[in-house]
């Protein structure tokens, strides 16, 4: 099992300490650093830095949003992030939702099934040094109305470009295990994860002819140790207003694949509930909803030996790279934090060898 961290560059601070950070990360023996987008700053920025910063972990969009670059220029962005690390990118995708897409990019959400298999189309076209050409509902490359001829990209590919999709909806897992090298997953319970998401991953993967073994299962959650059971409720209760905006804030009223994903995981009731007192405006009364089941199901919260036995369960359930969120108030609370979850990752890998 392979050790990964999740940043967000918006979240951090200064770029100095971003730097000190993922240098930190390296020499503790990371394996790989995913850089989110959300709605503060680009993945594609932030992981340029972070190559001239490091020199062996591998750097991942986790993710490059569908509808915010055209899927040329989510190839143009690979193949130069690929080149100038050394080969170590790794092309996370993701279909986002309503709410970033229309809400702050002003770009329609629909068809995301469609729109991220014909990007992977036209992105791998790219990636192979191919004349581009897509004839599809979403996409016209070149234009039909166009005198113009297909053309190729003058940069080309050093090293293979690994891709990995973020999914939560049985049709895009589907399309995960069709089509990608891994799967970045979220809102995972090892317990129920069979029938909310490795049957579907399987479907796909069967379409392809490969097996599980085919496909990088990176997990992510959010680390936080309590040195006390004290300590451990007040990291609980802290983590619910978080949960609660997922449930409730993550998408449209109409969409939300955080709520369903729970749904489909035993929480239909209250993730429905969370969510209707979250869009009335009541976000207390939606949080106090959220159970400590809940919380200590899908993140990876607790005592140091309550952390390693979870690890241990996700290791078993098929978890092949756990993706950590390393909590603390200060840069060096999240160095702290990091390096302790990264030995007991690293354990269970050497144990299952």
């Not at 920025?45 to 750097?59: I, P």
């Not at 076209?125 to 509902?137: E, M, N, T, V």
Request: proline content about 3%; overall charge negative.
């Amino acid at each position: 099992m392979r050790a990964a961290i999740t940043l967000e560059a918006a979240s951090l601070g200064s770029w100095e300490h971003q730097k000190l950070l993922v240098r930190e990360a390296e020499k503790m023996g990371l394996d790989v650093c995913w850089v989110a987008e959300a709605w503060g700053s680009d993945a594609v920025s932030a992981l340029g830095f972070y190559a001239a910063c490091t020199d062996r972990m591998l750097l991942g969009s986790g993710v490059i949003q569908l509808s915010t670059r055209t899927p040329v220029a989510i190839a143009q962005a690979a193949i130069t992030l690929s080149n100038i690390s050394g080969g170590r990118f790794l092309l996370g995708l993701g279909a986002s939702g309503p709410q970033v897409i229309e809400g702050l990019h002003g770009q329609p959400f629909e068809r995301p099934l469609g729109r991220m298999r014909e990007t992977i189309d036209i992105v791998r076209q790219a990636i192979a040094g191919d004349r581009i050409a897509h004839r599809s509902r979403n996409f016209q490359i070149p234009r039909a109305d166009s005198e113009t001829k297909p053309m190729r990209l003058s940069m080309r590919s050093e090293h293979r470009i690994p891709l990995y999709l973020a999914s939560l909806t049985p049709a895009m897992l589907r399309l995960t295990g069709e089509l990608a090298d891994g799967w970045l997953g979220t809102s995972f319970v090892p317990e129920g994860a069979d029938a909310a998401y490795f049957t579907h991953l399987d479907d796909g993967l069967a379409l392809s002819g490969r097996t599980r073994a085919d496909l990088d299962i990176c997990q992510g959650a959010e680390v936080s140790f309590a040195s006390d059971e004290r300590h451990l409720k007040g990291l609980i209760d802290s983590r619910k207003i978080e949960l609660a905006f997922s449930l409730g804030g993550m998408g449209s009223a109409r969409t939300n694949f955080y709520n369903q994903a729970y749904s489909r995981q035993g929480w239909s009731v209250v993730a429905a509930a969370v969510k209707e007192r979250w869009q009335a405006g009541d976000r207390e009364g939606a949080a106090a909803l959220i159970t400590d089941e809940m919380v200590l199901a899908t993140t990876l919260i607790g005592t140091a030996s309550m952390v390693r036995d979870r690890l241990q369960v996700w290791c078993e359930t098929g978890v092949d790279t756990v993706r950590i969120y390393p909590a603390g108030e200060s840069l060096e609370d999240r160095i702290a934090t990091l390096g302790a979850a990264i030995d007991p990752v690293h354990s269970i890998e050497r144990s299952a060898r």
